[in-house]
Structures are given as structure tokens and as C-alpha cells.
């Protein structure tokens, strides 16, 4: 008789130890700020931290604020080629000039013990010297245990190629070992130094080896015997995943072309489906937040309307049909980015240096203000302020046709900025669509308010730092 195994382990280990190591790194920078300043203020004025001094919070929030605008809980990451020491420093400088601008600006200077000559400038001296050794320190760590890391893959399908390919290609650390069918051939894995190739029939030998864990990529049921030596993996520890849930655990996507439908309609998440009380709840704040973003924004629209009438000549917007919640059109509003008949010789996507951008929609661009009219389609229920970037119709037929899975994403309504948006850099062929998709389709399976909220402070880095489209 053969048996299915359950093998959702979204509370994975790698997952609570990333979640445990950016949660250490905060609390290792409130520690280093409270040492830093307590110690200038002791050296200076002989006085001790006061811990309920308002001073004293908006300081370390602004720290903190520049540390994460900067990524730099995530040690072991590059910006623009730059490791998070690098970051570190610039952000603390960053912080240092902005608070002294407001110093001078406010006139407090002096007020404040916190706000004395010689404090400030000495104490983030100290913190930024502590925090870029406690990542240099946490990125030696990580880098230890993808060392260490191994993980076994049971079988080795066309799918269970493609994913050992991808990791390899992700993870530059660590090792895999394929056990393939009898009528499996790994030998394309097997070409890699970090890649080992056994038998599928030999997985009681080789599950009494420490694992970081197990990826299930057998087309098939799984029969009694083999159901039990993963039970006991399981039992001592080690996570088993299918193909697409180690996918959401490592890289938070997934990838269409390695999903299946009995996962998709089976798996948990989807809770954006239609009538949902998560749905309501979504649009209800979209309104509340739409309301409020253009009030607050109003300024920066008129300045960017005026901008594009004294940069080039045309129309200040620019509305282009887009694919909407279940393949309906609809007309999206943005502010004019090119030159007036941009696309006079057809539809194409925009590049990277594309010359037909002006330089005022370079720079909205950039800082993603020449989507900010998009709110009008937010309050007209056409889109929703996160969500996936609503594509062209004359693009969806061919993206149709190329990537599997493609219309999941106008399950939801498209939105003003994503994950899509703020996990991968902007790109314009059909290779980029399917890397946005996967993201887009995590995006839709997991969504909640935190994911939500999360993604709004990734643009908000994507904003400051320039780095739209």
C-alpha cells in the first residue's frame, strides 16, 4: 500500500534563524547605541543616560531607521557592490549630517544633554565602530553554517534538476546529495564538486547522516518504507520540503515552472481569494491609506506636474491600458516619464538607459514618483496600493504563452508597487517576467498585513536610495 506524507515545515529552521539573527542584530545595536552615548556623556559632562529622555529615543530611531534603509540586517548581502560594513558607515554618516541639520534647524543645541557639544558625533563614532564588527561577526557566522549546510533531494526529476541548478547558483556555499530512481539520470548535477549522486533505494544509509534538510522531488507516492524513513528524519529534526515550499523558504518565491496543480490546490495560503474576509480587509485600508497618501502627497505631484511641463513638451499624464484582477483592462494614470509619442513604432518594454525617458522622468523614475497619480486607480477599485505590477495586453499574450502559471497573478488586483518590486531589479525581457512572477506568486499564497507592512518599508528604501526603474 502506498502513502502520502504531509511536508509543510514553514516553521523551518533556517527560516527561525534568520528571523533570530536580524531580531540579535537589533538588539545588539539598541545595546551599542545605550554604551555609546552613555559613555560620551559620562567622558563629557560626567552625567549618566537618562532612559526616558524623548532625546534619546528619536536618536536611536534615526540609528536604527538608517540602519535598515541601508540592509544591514541581512550581513551577508551586497548593495551595489558594497558589503554591510561599507553600509554601515555611510548610514551613520548619512544619520550624523541629518542630525545636525536638525539641530541647527530646531535651535535645541544645548538643551539637552543629549544635544551638548561633543556628544552626539563621539557616541555614533563608537556605535558605528560597534556595529560593523558585530556584522563583521554575524556574517562570519552565517557563512559558517552555509559551510556546513547539506541537504539530500529524493530523486531526481526534470523539476529536482532544475531546483539542485538553481541552488547551486544561489547558495555559493554548502552541499547537495541527489538519490536518484533507477530510472533517473543525475549526471547534469553531477558535473558540480559540491553535488553528490546516490540511489534512491539507499536512502535508510544515507538519512543516518546529519542533514540541514530534505527536498521530496519524487513524481509519485511514496510507499510505506519510504514514508517511514522520512518520518523519523522528521522526528529528529531535520525539515522535509517539497520542491516549491523550499523554494518560499530560501528565496521568498516561486518559481512557476516548478509548481505542480495538485500543490497549488492542495497547499495552504491563497487567502486573497475572492470574498475573503482578507480581501475586504485590503480594500478597506487601501481606501483609508489612498485618502491619505494624496493629501500628503499633493505637493510633490504638483512640483512633478510643473517639472514635466518645463522639461519637455506634451501632456503632464499618461494613461496606458493595463491587465487588471481577472484579466479586465483598465487605464492606469502615471506621470509622462518619455518623450510625447515614445511608442509611436509599437508597444515595447522600457530599458534600463532607454533614451526616450526624459530627464525629469529618469528621476520620477527612480524614486517611482511618476506612479503616484496610480492612487486614482486605487480609490476607483481598479488597483490596490500592494499588489503585482499590472502588465501591458499586448505583452500578457506572449508572457501567456512563454511562462507557466502566468495568469495567477490577476487573481488579485495589480498594485502600485509589490514583492515583485522591491525583492528583484527592474528588467524588461521574458526572463524577468518569470523571476517577477515568482515573486509575485509567493506574494499572493502568503499574503497578511505583515507582508504588507514589510513591503511598504522596502519601498520606502527603494524610494531614498533611487533605486526604481
Request: proline fraction near 4%.
Amino acid at each position: 500500500m502506498n502513502i502520502t506524507l504531509s511536508l509543510d515545515n514553514k516553521g523551518s529552521k533556517l527560516h527561525q534563524i534568520q528571523n533570530i539573527l536580524s531580531v540579535l542584530l537589533l538588539l545588539g545595536d539598541i545595546l551599542g547605541l545605550t554604551i555609546s552615548l552613555s559613555l560620551a556623556l559620562w567622558l563629557r559632562l560626567g552625567q549618566q543616560l537618562n532612559a526616558f529622555d524623548p532625546a534619546v529615543y528619536g536618536f536611536f530611531l534615526l540609528v536604527i531607521a538608517g540602519l535598515y534603509l541601508a540592509d544591514s540586517y541581512h550581513p551577508n548581502t551586497q548593495i551595489a557592490g558594497l558589503r554591510a560594513p561599507s553600509r554601515i558607515l555611510i548610514a551613520t554618516i548619512c544619520v550624523g549630517c541629518i542630525t545636525a541639520l536638525l539641530i541647527y534647524l530646531t535651535g535645541i543645541l544645548g538643551q539637552d544633554p543629549v544635544f551638548k557639544r561633543g556628544i552626539l558625533l563621539p557616541s555614533l563614532g563608537l556605535f558605528t565602530v560597534w556595529a560593523i564588527n558585530l556584522r563583521l561577526w554575524a556574517a562570519k557566522w552565517v557563512r559558517s553554517q552555509a559551510q556546513q549546510s547539506r541537504w539530500l533531494i529524493l530523486g531526481a526529476s526534470e523539476k529536482a534538476i532544475e531546483f539542485g541548478q538553481t541552488f547551486l547558483e544561489q547558495n555559493l556555499l554548502g552541499r547537495l546529495v541527489v538519490l536518484a530512481a533507477a530510472d533517473q539520470d543525475a549526471n547534469k548535477l553531477a558535473e558540480n564538486n559540491r553535488v553528490s549522486v546516490g540511489r534512491l533505494n539507499d536512502l535508510l544509509e544515507w538519512s543516518q547522516q546529519p542533514w540541514s534538510g530534505v527536498i521530496v522531488a519524487i513524481p509519485m507516492e511514496l510507499s510505506d518504507t519510504y514514508v517511514q524513513q522520512l518520518m523519523q528524519l522528521r522526528l529528529s529534526g531535520v525539515s522535509i520540503y517539497k520542491i516549491p515550499d523550499i523554494c518560499e523558504t530560501l528565496w521568498y518565491k516561486l518559481p512557476s515552472s516548478l509548481l505542480q496543480d495538485n500543490w497549488l490546490a492542495f497547499g495552504t495560503g491563497f487567502n486573497l481569494a475572492s470574498g475573503s474576509i482578507s480581501r475586504k480587509i485590503k480594500r478597506s485600508l487601501d481606501i483609508l491609506l489612498a485618502w491619505l497618501l494624496f493629501v500628503f502627497l499633493s505637493p510633490i505631484m504638483m512640483l512633478a506636474a510643473l517639472a514635466i511641463k518645463l522639461d519637455s513638451p506634451g501632456p503632464i499624464f499618461y494613461t496606458q491600458t493595463r491587465t487588471g484582477l481577472e484579466r479586465k483592462p483598465f487605464k492606469v494614470y502615471k506621470f509622462r516619464s518619455m518623450y510625447q509619442d515614445a511608442e509611436k513604432q509599437g508597444a515595447q518594454w522600457a530599458n534600463e538607459y532607454d533614451p526616450r525617458i526624459t530627464r525629469v522622468g529618469r528621476l520620477m523614475r527612480l524614486t517611482r514618483i511618476d506612479e503616484l497619480p496610480q492612487i486614482l486607480n486605487v480609490l476607483q477599485g481598479e488597483m490596490s496600493l500592494i499588489g503585482p505590477r499590472p502588465e501591458r495586453p499586448e505583452f500578457d499574450a506572449k508572457l501567456r504563452q512563454e511562462i507557466p502559471y502566468y495568469d495567477l497573478r490577476y487573481v488579485v488586483k495589480p498594485g502600485i508597487t509589490g514583492w515583485a518590486q522591491v525583492m528583484y531589479p527592474y528588467g524588461a525581457s521574458i526572463e524577468d517576467a518569470y523571476e517577477k512572477l515568482a515573486y509575485d506568486l509567493y506574494y499572493i499564497k502568503n499574503y497578511s498585513l505583515g507582508l504588507d507592512l514589510a513591503i511598504v518599508f522596502k519601498t520606502m528604501r527603494v524610494v531614498l536610495l533611487g533605486k526604481g526603474r
